[in-house]
């Protein structure tokens, strides 16, 4: 195996690996954040790396961007604002705005030239950047959240890099606060909790600082994802509800195509495994 034909990304701690075999690198900068890479792959399309980390493929993106998306507009009585954090390539933009109910969905991304690339690398999920009810911002999301009036929002969808860099201060009490007080009455938060095999460490320090930010329930859910970490991710949704109630029949009479997601997966990927109810005594 010739080490040049591969992207690799390792995993400190974990000791594994992830690797694919590349065609060849389309691009490469350094943008005033982070150091931003795109590969055509042999098998998985075209492929986003930030900072040595795998963010997205053309070919399995939809897993990561429609679960961390409609379990939670589909768990909200109402949602009509929506506002995601990071999320730059647009994918969850997109499944977002697959929903009628939704009046503003709002993209703050730190760095535009992740979603120019897109733009060019990934123009499928930049498909719906056009819909009016669509605004991209680039700008620090954890200060656009600090400056939020209260009830501006309904979910807020944080699809950000991992906690190191700009978006470690999206993984602490302060940004829930501050999610908190400006989302309404029934607002939810849903933030990429990386892998239950890896960062447990993680998942409860985050799991924590969403409680003691205010919210009552905690719910983090479970998919496949083979190009990040252990190939299992999570996502965690922390409400200011008592209950996340799933409008199962309205899932199961949606009106947009999805390739992963549906009611049976819903209802699946909510269920907790048995060291997670342990750990954290659910
Ligand atoms: N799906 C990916 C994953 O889990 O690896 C995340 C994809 S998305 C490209 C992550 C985005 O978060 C990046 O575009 C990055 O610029 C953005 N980001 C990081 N910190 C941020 C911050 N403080 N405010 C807004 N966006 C941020």
Known sequence: MNPSEWFTEQVPGAESAFSLKIKQKLHEEQSEFQYLEIYETETFGNLMV?????????????????MMSHPAL????????????????????KEVLKHQSVEQALQ??????????????????????????????FIDGIKWVKDAAPDSVDIIIVDSTDPIGPAEGLFSEAFYRDCYNCLSENGMVVQQSESALYHMK???????????????TLQ?????????????????IASKADLLKFREQDCADKSFDTVYYNADIHKAAMAQPEFFKKTFSL
């Open 50 to 66: 930030i900072d040595g980390c795998t963010m997205v493929s053309t070919r399995d993106n939809f897993f990561y961007h429609e």
């Open 108 to 137: 703050i991304d730190i760095d535009e030239r992740v979603t120019r690339l897109a733009e060019i690398y990934f123009p499928e999920l930049c498909e719906s950047n056009n819909d009016p009810r669509a605004d991209l911002r």
């Open 202 to 216: 993680l998942i409860g320090e985050m799991r924590n600082a969403m409680s003691q930010a205010g919210f009552k």
């Open 220 to 236: 983090t859910l479970f998919f496949p994802q083979c190009l990040y970490p252990s190939g299992w991710w999570s996502a965690t």
């Open 74 to 93: 589909y768990s909200h009585p109402d949602p009509k604002r929506v506002w995601i954090i990071g999320g730059g390539d647009c994918g969850t933009l």
